[in-house]
Nanobody
Framework: QVQVVESGGGLVQAGGSLRLSCAAS????????MGWFRQAAGKERVLVAT???????DYADSVKGRFTTSRDNAKNTVYLQMNSLKPEDTAVYYC?????????WGQGTQVTVSS
């Protein structure tokens, strides 16, 4: 059974950077499309970035040019590099993996950006 676990969240000042990691365990990692959502307090969960098993990426307009997602299939890990952070980026960030049987979610990691 595939599981994904996020790490790397925390508190950062506006303009700063954070890198989130998402470690996957289970059957061959490299075949899964994966990505990141975020959910701010009182708001719906929204898509931030996606990465195919070949490494093709796509981003929400709100983070284009500031966030970069990548994957290291040898380490079974996906990353989200977040630069030029803004207070409106404050949210719980969730990693997911799309399997043939459905989507598997991580537990989430809090990112707080202070002004």
């Amino acid at each position: 059974q595939v599981q994904v676990v996020e790490s790397g969240g925390g508190l950062v000042q506006a303009g700063g950077s954070l890198r989130l990691s998402c470690a996957a365990s289970g059957p061959p990692f490299r075949i899964y499309p994966m990505g990141w959502f975020r959910q701010a307090a009182g708001k719906e969960r929204v898509l931030v970035a996606t990465i195919s098993w070949r490494g093709l990426t796509d981003y929400a307009d709100s983070v284009k040019g500031r966030f970069t997602t990548s994957r290291d299939n040898a380490k079974n890990t996906v990353y989200l590099q977040m630069n030029s952070l803004k207070p409106e980026d404050t949210a719980v960030y969730y990693c997911y993996a799309d399997l043939s049987t459905g989507r598997v979610w991580g537990q989430g990691t809090q990112v707080t950006v202070s002004s």
